[in-house]
């Protein structure tokens, strides 16, 4: 059975850091693309930022440009999301889900293209 795990959450201070992991079984994430997306209380889920499978592309939404970094290492078959100067509003749940080998930056962040999704984990960001 396909499964997703996210890790790494937890309240951390406004401008403080956390490190995000996606982990799988069963499939080998390099040959997916794999999104980080996020819902806050009483809010819509949004994408955060993806890695594309089969160039490499990295996307990232525009509140997170430049605070948010995601990368993958293959051998650990895990994507992590290393994110820095966190605010307030950075506090919601996390997820991570997989998607086709290819999409575009026009639809990355449409919950409808993937397909298999973690159970999230929490990111507060609270002084």
């Known amino acids: 059975q396909v499964q997703l795990v996210e890790s790494g959450g937890g309240l951390v201070q406004p401008g403080g850091s956390l490190i995000l992991s996606c982990a799988a079984s069963?499939?080998?994430?390099?040959?997916?693309?794999i999104v980080w997306f996020r819902q806050a209380a009483g809010k819509e889920r949004e994408g955060v930022s993806c890695?594309?499978?089969?160039?490499?592309?990295?996307y990232y939404a525009s509140p997170v440009r430049g605070r948010f970094t995601i990368s993958r290492d293959n051998a650990k078959n895990t994507v992590y999301l290393q994110m820095n100067s966190l605010k307030p509003e950075d506090t919601a749940v996390y997820y991570c889900?997989?998607?086709?080998?290819?999409?575009?930056?026009?639809?990355?962040?449409?919950?409808?293209?993937?397909?298999?999704w973690g159970q999230g984990t929490q990111v507060t960001v609270s002084s």
């Open positions: 069963v499939f080998t994430l390099v040959y997916y693309t």
């Open positions: 889900a997989t998607g086709p080998p290819y999409i575009s930056d026009s639809t990355w962040y449409e919950d409808r293209a993937y397909d298999y």
């Open positions: 890695i594309v499978s089969s160039v490499g592309s990295t």
